[in-house]
């Protein structure tokens, strides 16, 4: 195991004042619940304060400690999703669908793009492949920490990523201008209004 | 009680049954791996496919529910073929390697694949390889062999209480594991060896060391604790290899505590395996011949009220009856057993047995421990009232003591004697908890007793018991708990201080010019004064023999048949396995010997007539495995006084669990658990820089 780290974690006072409401969602004595928020609590703290967004195990036992859950039950929820980092990323963690879908539509060369930032700029990217995260619709897709990025090709890619060097904040969504996920280049149909629609059922 | 018929036989069975118990309770075997009665159920393994009637698929029986009229198939070719596929997939990832796995020849998987297995794979692919885990000194991980069927993982949190172990990721990479790499802390951890069905779990002291079918297996009593722990000990040639559980459900159930199982290493170290006389300042090796004639010389020469001796922690009951019948005819009446001091008073066996007995633990719903770290001084036991607290959610806990964690919710109430004298007041908060429960146990411990004001703090906890109606005609709930295998056969003989004798105290403090100590290391040697002549008998050169001036070798508890009585009054037989070392001799023979010498022989050349005599001095001893329950007798009271209660803190037992007697002093897997498991609670984790 490569998560192990001697650093020591805390709550800092913004993910604390957030605490008591996320455990008051949960019935009393059922507080374990709450293990899934409180992780992912950790995860924001860390991307917040150090770039890096992951759970590192001192924090894994510092939420058993708090749930006053066995810590080994903290751990296997912590290793059973991978959307907790059990290793430090990025400042910009790329994860890139390859799930049919985007593949066929070109997740390839989005792959490509991101595997170059991670080479020549290690210091800002991380990566890893995901499967389907659910808009392929707009496929292929990127998401880039929480937010998703459609429509890609290679070459618009490497253009978000440039932004994201820079310092940007590309707006999220589809690349190629799509109205969430409405047809490409507009609406094909609903063209009618259907305020004035008659339903010509009446009986 | 449902109606159901299991391959054409018809029977009623428990409402609540799964069909896989139905399927028993009719005779009918069924493979399972994950499925264990004492453990909740799983459902994973897929094993236990049987038919039923009107499903249109195979059912996992361990986890169906019997329903009325169910009609249950267990053998047909369907099932038959089910459980094929099922052990297909389970060997996918299985190694295979069993001529060099050491469960090999009791393994369940092997057995089940004798009926189930293919003879060839269909599999091509590069199985799975999990790395090995750490679960420290006591259980070998061979992870790559497990069959993810979480008994361990179960066992440990439901039973021993001490969640350690996961399953962490998923899928393909799901792993068992404890993630931290640091050994389990369990006192029962050795029972995930038993219960693992493949070899990932092993015991690592006995890594590599025999095949089961080498070995001579015997049935014997633990002597680690008081609990009278049913065991098997396995040995080969002259050496015990290995000790396991036999079922007894009264007593232990099929657990066994990790001292017991692991401490038998230190039966081949230090023994005494001839005997020693003390010259010019040191010993020296002797002939049994000038030993007896030395001890005889000295037990002539002294004033019989100037001989004593004191019994130890894991004496059978043979032994000490002998040594008592030769104190007796010397003339002297200094004898105890009672090496800690604790105040027993052995007249009476109500007023020094776990009265409730231990099967009388599962109709208890609230506990008060006074003077006792139940986890480690009686671990199976202590698992036992765990359960009680998982099966009853109004189960009330109280210790008073040094604070422990006894693996269950239970309030810590203070460590010394005013936090039992609050508990006097019926308006305490724990003590009308404790008058509210239907049958609370109140459990005392030897520290507790072992007190200058040890029967004022009996007394008090009489009293409690009385109060919250735990001495009652249905409800005997007031327990002595002890923690050497034997005390109580000891007091069972009366081996305590007959009329005008001196206890150990007085023994230790100069009482006696001649002492004889059978096994007993665990008094304050350095208070004995010098010029007390001290005859050691026993197998260990520990603390005894050190001081010893004589030392006559004896057996350990694996190498004579013996006699011991447990916690709860509970008179078991143990038998010999192995014998003992070198010019090592049984016990009693050795007393017997020593008796003609001094022309006062014991009236026993047998084993048997020894027995025999032992029944005469007390019935209990003529009826073994026997408990029965005492009613509390009218008018019984203790003989302190609850009000000469001292405030002074109790304290622990022992050190550490793992260390507490001769043998596990001399075992160096026990030396291990202590330098491996105990120290640091969370030990710092490697450095490691972030990537
Ligand atoms: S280690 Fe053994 S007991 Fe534990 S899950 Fe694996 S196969 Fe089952
Ligand atoms: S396949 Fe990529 S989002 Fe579904
Ligand atoms: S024994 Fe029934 S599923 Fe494992």
């Not at chain 1, 991978?82 to 070109?106: D, E, N, S």
Request: charged share 25%; proline share 6%; aromatic share 6%.
């Amino acid at each position: 195991m490569n998560d192990m780290t001697t650093e020591t974690f805390s709550f800092d006072d913004v993910s604390e004042a957030k605490i008591p409401g996320i455990i008051a969602k949960y019935p009393a004595g059922r507080q374990a619940s709450a293990v899934m928020p409180l992780l992912d609590l950790v995860q924001r703290q860390m991307a917040r304060l150090t770039d890096h967004a992951w759970v590192p195990r001192a924090a894994m036992d510092v939420v058993a400690d708090r749930l006053a859950m066995p810590r080994m039950r903290v751990y296997e929820v912590a290793t059973f999703y991978t959307m907790f980092h059990l290793k430090p990323v990025q400042k910009f963690h790329l994860q890139v669908c390859t799930t049919t879908p985007c593949w066929l539509r070109g997740s390839d060369a989005v792959l490509d793009a991101c595997r170059h930032a991670v080479a020549t700029h290690g210091d800002m990217f991380s990566m890893e492949e995901l499967e389907c995260v659910g808009a392929c619709v707009n496929a292929p897709v990127l998401v880039i920490n929480d937010d998703y990025y459609e429509d890609l090709d290679g070459a618009r890619t490497e253009a978000l990523l440039e932004a994201f060097r820079r310092g940007d904040a590309p707006k999220p969504g589809s690349t190629i201008g799509r109205q969430n996920s409405a047809p490409e280049g507009g609406r094909t149909t609903l063209f009618a209004d259907v305020t004035k629609h008659d339903t010509g059922a009446d009986s | 009680m449902p109606k159901v018929t299991v391959d054409g036989i018809e029977l009623e069975v428990p409402n609540g049954f799964t069909v896989l118990q139905a399927a028993e309770a009719a005779g009918k075997e069924i493979p399972r791996f994950c499925y264990h009665d004492r453990l909740s159920i799983a459902g994973n393994c897929r094993m236990c496919l049987v038919e039923i009637e009107k499903m249109p698929k195979p059912v996992a029986s361990c986890g169906q529910p019997v329903g009325e009229g169910m009609v249950i198939f267990t053998d047909t070719e369907k099932v038959r073929q089910s459980r094929r596929n099922v052990m297909e997939f389970l060997l996918i990832n299985h190694p295979l390697d069993c001529p060099i796995c050491d469960q090999g020849g009791e393994c369940d998987l092997q057995d089940e694949a004798v009926g189930y297995g293919r003879d060839h794979t269909r599999y091509h692919e590069n199985k799975r390889a999990v790395t090995d885990k750490n679960f420290g000194p006591l259980v070998k991980t061979v992870m790559t062999r497990c069959i993810q069927c979480t008994r361990c993982v179960r066992f440990l949190s439901e039973v021993a209480g001490v969640p350690e172990l996961g399953a962490t990721s998923r899928g393909e990479t799901m792993e068992i594991t404890n993630y931290v790499e640091r050994g389990l802390t369990s006192e029962l951890s050795g029972n995930i060896i038993d219960l693992c069905p493949v070899g990932a779990l092993t015991a690592k002291p006995y890594a590599f060391v025999a095949r089961t079918w080498e070995l001579r297996k015997t049935d014997s009593i633990d002597v680690f604790d008081a609990v009278g722990t049913n065991i098997r000990i396995d040995a080969r040639g002259s050496e015990v290899l290995r000790v396991l559980p036999r079922i007894n459900d009264a007593v232990n159930e099929e657990w066994l505590a990790d001292k017991s199982r692991f401490a038998i290493d230190g039966l081949k170290r230090k023994r005494l395996d001839r005997p020693w006389i003390r010259q010019n300042g040191k010993l020296q090796p002797a002939t049994w011949d000038a030993a007896l004639s030395a001890v005889v010389a000295r037990l002539n020469g002294a004033e019989p009220g100037r001989i004593g001796a004191i019994a130890g922690n894991l004496c059978d009951a043979e032994s000490m009856m002998a040594l008592k019948d030769l104190l007796v005819g010397l003339g002297s009446p200094n004898f105890d057993c009672r090496q800690d001091g604790a105040v027993l008073d052995a007249g009476n066996r109500a007023l020094y047995l776990f009265n409730t007995t231990i099967e009388g633990i599962d109709e208890a719903d609230a506990v008060l421990f006074v003077g006792v770290d139940p986890r480690r001084e009686a671990p199976v036991l202590n698992a036992r009232i765990r359960r009680r607290w998982v099966e009853n959610t109004g189960f009330v806990a109280g210790l008073i003591g040094p604070y422990a964690d006894i693996t269950y919710g239970c309030t810590h109430l203070g460590e010394d004697g005013a936090a039992l004298r609050a508990l006097l007041d019926p308006a305490h908060e724990f003590t009308v908890k404790l008058a509210a429960a239907k049958k609370p146990l109140v459990i005392i411990g030897q520290q507790a007793l072992a007190r200058p004001d040890g029967a004022a703090v009996f007394a008090a906890c009489w009293q409690i018991a009385e109060a919250a109606g735990a001495l009652t005609a249905d409800w005997q709930g007031f327990n002595v708990l002890h923690n050497a295998a034997a005390r109580v056969g000891g007091l069972d003989l009366g081996f305590v201080p007959a009329d005008g004798g001196k206890d150990v105290a007085g023994m230790v403090a100069g009482g006696v010019d001649v002492l004889w100590l059978l096994g007993a290391d665990e008094i304050d040697m350095a208070a004995l004064p010098p010029d007390v002549f001290v005859i050691y008998q026993g197998h260990h050169g520990d603390r005894g023999a050190a001081r010893a001036d004589i030392i006559l070798p004896g057996a350990a508890y694996t190498e004579k048949p013996g006699t011991y009585v447990n916690t709860e009054g509970r008179m078991q037989l143990a038998q010999r396995a192995i014998f003992p070392p070198g010019e090592a001799r049984e016990d009693w023979t050795i007393l017997r010997a020593v008796s003609a010498l001094v022309s006062k022989p014991l009236p026993y050349d047998d084993i048997e007539a020894l027995r025999q005599r032992m029944g005469e001095a007390n019935p209990v001893f003529a009826s073994p495995d026997t408990v029965r329950r005492i009613a509390p007798q009218v008018g019984l009271t203790p003989k302190g006084d609850s009000g000469q209660l001292s405030d002074a803190k109790f304290t622990a037992a022992f050190a550490t669990y793992y260390q507490t007697d001769p043998i596990s002093r001399a075992s160096p897997t026990m030396a291990k658990c202590v330098t491996d498991i105990l120290p640091p609670a969370m030990p710092a984790p490697v450095q490691q820089a972030a990537e």
